[in-house]
């Protein structure tokens, strides 16, 4: 069962009454850490000097969007990101997952929505830690590239390279399947667990995140191949391989 005394939150919003019944409920549902702030300056400031585990970042902000602030968080922080946003068009969907966000909720909302969501999202990391306790090996190399399963690091080239909640929870699906294609379908089901709260888009839009680390060329992929009208496949030796983009 998934840590909530443990982790570390940070709302982000400028009307303090839906920071003050977000902190009521997640307290009474078993999380402690929780921080607050008001504006993009205030979380800077925070996260400058706390790591945090999740960060529940409205949209409009006073002094600058989320969409402006999340490119400046994930230069801090690797923070699961949850975007509260009264815009509900694809587009400002796919900019939330593009810039670096993890998921998002539309207000109004029902604060024990929030919760459900951070609670499967900790119940999935703590699955990974579990399953990698007791694997011979928590390394996948992939030659250009290495992702360790305990520490939860990517390295690319010998560098470490970060890299958001959810773009590594994917390459890790990827990594324990490797030259198995695996549908839009399915890595809904296995990384993000409800699909109904997230459609295709949010696959393609990971996966070229996830191209963006592992890559030379992100836009002719040698790792993680489309198979047209499948899926997608991350090969392990793709030499002769034909690749698919």
């Known amino acids: 069962m998934e840590n909530l005394e443990s982790n570390k939150i940070l709302l982000v919003d400028d009307e303090r009454s839906i920071v003050k019944m977000l902190e009521t409920v997640l307290r009474k549902e078993g999380f402690r850490h929780i921080h607050t702030a008001y504006n993009a300056q ?8 706390q ?22 968080i994930r230069q801090l922080s690797n923070a699961y990101i949850l975007f ?4 509900i068009s694809d587009l400002d969907v796919l900019t939330g997952f593009a810039i670096g966000g993890d998921d998002y909720v539309t207000k109004p909302f029902n604060p024990l929505e929030i919760v459900a969501r951070l609670k499967a999202h900790l119940r999935r990391n703590t699955q990974t830690v579990e399953v990698s ?3 011979q090996s928590s390394a996948f190399d992939f030659g250009r590239f290495i992702l360790y399963e305990e520490s939860g690091e990517l390295h690319v080239d010998g560098e470490v390279i970060p890299c958001p909640a959810q773009v590594y929870m994917l390459l890790l699906y990827f990594c324990k399947h ?22 295709e888009n949010t696959v393609a839009v990971h996966i ?36 698919k983009k």
């Open 51 to 72: 790591k945090m585990d999740i960060i529940v970042l409205d949209v409009m902000l006073p002094d600058q969007t989320g969409f402006d602030l999340c490119p400046k």
């Open 84 to 87: 509260l946003t009264a815009k």
């Open 208 to 243: 070229r995140r996830i191209r963006e680390r592992i890559e030379e060329d992100p836009s002719n992929p040698k790792f993680l191949v489309t198979v047209r009208g499948l899926g997608y496949k991350l090969v392990r030796s793709y030499q002769n391989e034909k690749i």
């Open 133 to 135: 306790s007791i694997q």
């Open 42 to 49: 205030e979380a800077l400031h925070i996260l400058e000097k």
């Open 178 to 199: 490797p030259n198995k294609i695996c549908s839009k379908n399915e890595l809904l089901e296995a990384v993000w667990g409800f699909d109904h709260y997230v459609d």
